[in-house]
């Protein structure tokens, strides 16, 4: 099913959503992979590797609290991944999903919404929870979003690069349980009364990117489209992404958005930095100030 919920006859008084920082844990990823074409000489400074060149990375999602909705935006990685796949991720640190929601008072069945940027496996993972053998979402109350074209993108026939990233186990039950909607592909179209969505196409497919009302501010989560503080030069993108050239380009055009409008960026992958400002210096767009959502 696909819903355009652009119409503003659904949208309640805008009065600003209340936002909360869920983390749910930290994995490792090759840094030159992360990286690119870009040398470790020069990305190490800002995103240091260990022995085995392995960069750590956050897996930060975003609750909103918006009128009568909870809307959380992606899950994280969960806690099923089978003993086969789990060592190439590292997974470390000590918070998880249940723990960062009841730390503000919330419980997964309070979640109204899941929005999930894409259906890589550290942006999904968590939608979906192992019950013995049963395979379930984890939000029983939830309606899980994303769009028909990422959908099949990763659902009827993924490429060779990707497929590793798209597993089954954390999409087929969010299509078996009825609760999958589709947002209708519409750049800035409105999903809730605070959230706006953009669409970009070089890391994957129609990745989906919210734009948040937040006290007065405009909170940009930039999900992989820079994944990392390190990632703002235009140059430095990940060899994950599907299309490189586009991704800069893509990146360019919502960088010089970001910094004409004041947004605030909020960071999924950034293991140290939750958010950031922007300036333009004479090597481009670069970070203002280092801020976390509650110092806002």
Not at 61 to 80: F, H
Not at 175 to 203: A, E, M, Y
Not at 241 to 269: G, R
């Amino acid at each position: 099913m696909s819903i355009n919920l652009s119409n503003p006859a659904t949208l309640q008084e805008n009065s600003g959503a209340e936002l909360f920082t869920i983390n749910t844990g930290l994995f490792k990823l090759d840094g030159g992979a992360m990286f690119g074409v870009v040398p470790k000489t020069i990305w190490s400074k800002t995103n240091p590797a260990d022995e085995n060149n392995l960069c750590t990375l956050a897996m930060r999602c975003l609750l909103v609290k918006d009128n009568d909705r909870l809307i959380l935006i992606d899950t994280g990685i969960g806690t099923k991944l089978s003993d086969k796949v789990k060592p190439f991720y590292h997974l470390h640190g000590d918070d998880t999903l249940e723990k960062s929601l009841a730390s503000y008072g919330f419980t997964p069945d309070d979640i109204t919404d899941v929005l999930l940027t894409h259906l890589h496996l550290d942006h999904v993972g968590g939608a979906v929870i192992k019950y013995g053998e049963q395979l379930l979402p984890a939000f029983k109350n939830a309606t899980y979003w994303t769009n028909e074209e990422h959908w099949q993108w990763a659902t009827e026939n993924p490429n060779d690069r990707e497929k590793a990233s798209f597993l089954k186990e954390n999409l087929e039950p969010l299509q078996q349980s009825g609760r999958l909607k589709f947002v209708k592909i519409k750049d800035g179209i409105q999903f809730s009364p605070n959230i706006k969505l953009h669409f970009v196409s070089g890391h994957t497919h129609a990745m989906m990117l919210p734009l948040i009302n937040y006290k007065g501010r405009q909170i940009f989560f930039i999900a992989d489209l820079v994944p990392t503080t390190g990632h703002l030069p235009i140059a430095y993108v990940a060899s994950y992404d599907i299309h490189p050239l586009q991704a800069m380009a893509e990146k360019k055009t919502f960088l010089q958005q970001a910094l004409d409008n004041k947004y605030v960026l909020f960071f999924e992958h950034d293991a140290i930095n939750e958010c950031c400002t922007l300036q333009q210096t004479e090597k481009g767009i670069r970070i203002k100030d280092l801020i976390k959502l509650t110092h806002i």
